[in-house]
């Protein structure tokens, strides 16, 4: 038997809420997941994913500033029953992408939709190829509007502009998300590494007008070292 075909060890109660997150956010750091999960410290969080790597359920990627990330591996997707998709190697950008949603998340205490409930709340969106995992619900407003996360991997301010108006004619595209769109229950959050990329994304959104759909910049400092590596 292949180490593949062997089974996994059974999550612990104090693991399993880390496997969950891993399916949920798909890169996990110990500092942000500490937050989520509103454990005792960081440390703690570190030495139970690394329990969980050494257990085969989650692969460890080294980041800059001798920093390190997890994600779930071959073994714990396949044992998971995801898509092909989560089984292939995940990118530097998609890396980035994936922490900076995290460390957003964690920041400010929202929970980043999986693509099944995306699909489970707007059916119409579940078609072939189709990216849906970027959302989260933004409760803070009433009714909550259903948020877009953007996130800077050293694009262009005005190229960040036009990805965010992309993304709103994508939406009129779909007759649910055109109905949140008229009702200002779609927005969009882009996410950018540092004040003065926020002061700049902002000063063109100003100038851009977008009908129905609030769209906000927010610092995540934490990817700024991974975008300069």
């Known amino acids: 038997m292949d180490a593949e075909q062997r089974l996994l060890p059974t999550p612990t109660p104090t693991q399993t809420p880390l496997v969950a997150a891993a399916i949920r956010y798909r890169v996990l750091e110990a500092p942000p997941l500490s937050a989520i999960l509103e454990a005792t410290s960081d440390d703690a969080v570190e030495k139970s ?55 957003f998340c964690a920041r400010k205490k929202v929970e980043r939709l999986t693509p099944d409930e995306v699909r489970d709340a707007y059916p119409e969106l579940d078609r072939p190829g189709l990216q849906v995992g970027n959302y989260f619900s933004d409760t803070s407003v009433n009714p909550p509007r259903l948020t877009w996360i953007l996130v800077d991997r050293g694009s262009s301010p005005p190229v960040l502009v036009r990805k965010a108006g992309n993304i709103v004619k994508k939406a009129y595209k779909f007759s649910s998300l055109m109905q949140l769109v008229q009702g200002n229950q779609f927005a969009i959050v882009i996410l950018v590494p540092n004040e003065r990329k926020k002061w700049l994304v902002e000063r063109i959104l100003v100038k851009r007008f977008f009908a129905q759909v609030n769209v906000t910049v927010d610092v995540v400092s934490d990817i700024e070292p991974l975008l300069l590596a």
Request: aromatic share 4%; charged share 15%; hydrophobic share 45%.
């Open 49 to 103: 994913l690394k329990r969980l790597q050494h257990g085969g359920w989650l692969h460890q990627i080294q980041l800059a500033g001798r920093r390190a990330c997890y994600t779930l591996s071959r073994r714990g997707v396949l044992a998971l029953g995801l898509s092909k998709k989560a089984q292939k190697h995940m990118g530097q950008a998609a890396v980035i992408t994936n922490l900076a949603m995290l460390c």
